[in-house]
């Protein structure tokens, strides 16, 4: 499969303990980090569950 590059581009704060623990999941701790995952079924839910705090760089 192909990879994918996710950045997180907005603060966790404030966000829901359940996007807190999905942005961990991902490997995103700080702010416009970015991490590289495999593109998989579970990895894009993890995106979709919080595309208004990362951007997907290609």
């Not at 581009?9 to 995952?37: F, Y």
């Not at 839910?45 to 997907?56: A, C, F, N, P, S």
Request: charged share 30%.
């Amino acid at each position: 499969m192909s990879t994918i590059k996710i950045k997180q581009v907005k603060s966790r704060i404030g966000a829901p303990a359940d996007q807190k623990k999905t942005l961990d999941a991902l490997g995103l701790r700080k702010l416009n980090r970015v991490v590289e995952h495999e593109e998989t079924p579970s990895i894009l839910g993890m995106i979709e569950k919080v595309k208004h705090l990362v951007t997907v760089v290609k």
